[in-house]
């Protein structure tokens, strides 16, 4: 059983920069494709970027491209939050298949079996 666990979220003003992070706690990344989602107060879960296992594809939200980057290395996928909004308020959750898969992602939170369980990012002066 994968477990995922998300870090870096926080309170930041609006123009500012986070920087989180997707761990597993027991086992390595390599090879999963990863996706983040997020959440915000009565709002449906929608996905925000996702990235191949082996990291040469990746895939973004049309209200995040420009200012978000998502990456990995062997332990980790990151997502670089640049010029943030108010509206990108949201708990943020990564999330990885059952499956490696080398050359794609999904961009479908059906397409994911496992999920961490979250990390807030606010965005207010």
């Known amino acids: 059983q994968l477990q995922l666990v998300e870090s870096g979220g926080g309170l930041v003003q609006p123009g500012g920069s986070l920087r989180l992070s997707c761990a597993a706690s027991?086992?390595?990344?390599?090879?999963?494709?990863i996706g983040w989602f997020r959440q915000a107060p009565g709002k449906e879960r929608e996905g925000v970027s996702c990235?191949?296992?082996?990291?040469?594809r990746t895939n973004y939200a049309d209200s995040v491209k420009g200012r978000f980057t998502i990456s990995r290395d062997n332990a980790k996928v990151y997502l670089q939050m640049n010029s943030l909004k108010p509206e990108d308020t949201g708990v943020y959750y990564c999330?990885?298949?059952?499956?490696?898969?080398?050359?794609?992602?999904?961009?479908?939170?059906?397409?994911?079996?496992?999920w961490g369980t979250g990390t807030q990012v606010t965005v207010s002066s």
């Open positions: 990235i191949s296992g082996s990291g040469g």
């Open positions: 027991a086992f390595t990344l390599d090879y999963y494709p």
């Open positions: 999330a990885a298949p059952d499956r490696f898969v080398q050359d794609m992602c999904f961009t479908a939170d059906y397409e994911y079996d496992f």
